[in-house]
């Protein structure tokens, strides 16, 4: 597999699905991918880099957003959503996902965490609001799918010190990336 067949695989099933039903398209070819992780690692080997995620973006349209991501050990993001639905498929390491409630005052309440490894994958609707950390020795690696144009949508994150929300804004992410890993654990939990 070459990174073209992974964006032709994804764009061809989001192409023949309607709307509101396109994440289960791409969840979907999530799972055909599930058998071939070192396929899918290998065709996304040439996208180096680390952290932020916008940065290792490597196909960006109106409807989908496919990243490469890699959390290395003693990372974790600050509390964020995707303005869109959005998927992970994680292909080496393991990371731990928590997720949260948005309150409509903008507040966060706790739901619960998720440990995932290699071959795992999680579906995060739209109303979504995560923190997600590298929780092994080694890099976890992961194939992101997001249902819109990752750089282009509005999005929210949080501070992970007084848990007050803003708008995603890449100049100011990396300030709030590195307290959320300082700390000992993610807010709330
Ligand atoms: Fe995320």
């Known amino acids: ?41 290998d065709a996304m080997s040439y996208l180096t880099g680390s952290g932020g995620n916008a940065l290792q973006a490597f196909y960006r349209s109106p409807n989908l957003s496919l990243l490469k991501v890699r959390f290395p050990d003693g990372r974790r993001t600050p509390p964020h959503n995707h303005g869109t639905w959005a998927a992970i498929l994680v292909l080496s390491g393991s990371e731990k996902n928590s997720l949260y409630t948005r309150n ?41 799918v997001y249902g819109g144009n990752v750089l282009g949508v509005e999005r929210q994150m949080w501070d992970p010190d007084t ?10 992410y990396e300030d709030l990336a590195q307290r959320a890993s300082a700390a000992s654990k993610a807010p709330l939990t």
């Open 104 to 144: 409509s005052d903008g507040s966060l309440t706790y739901e619960r965490s998720l440990d995932l490894k290699r071959g795992s994958v999680i579906f995060m609707p739209e109303d979504a609001v995560h923190v997600a950390e590298c929780t092994s020795d080694e890099p976890a690696i992961g194939l992101h």
């Open 1 to 41: 597999m070459d990174v073209a067949e992974l964006v032709a695989r994804f764009s061809t099933a989001l192409a023949s699905t309607e709307g509101e039903y396109a994440h289960k398209a791409a969840v979907g070819v999530i799972n055909e991918l599930k058998d071939d992780l070192d396929g899918v690692a």
């Open 163 to 172: 848990l007050k929300e803003q708008s995603l804004d890449w100049s100011k």
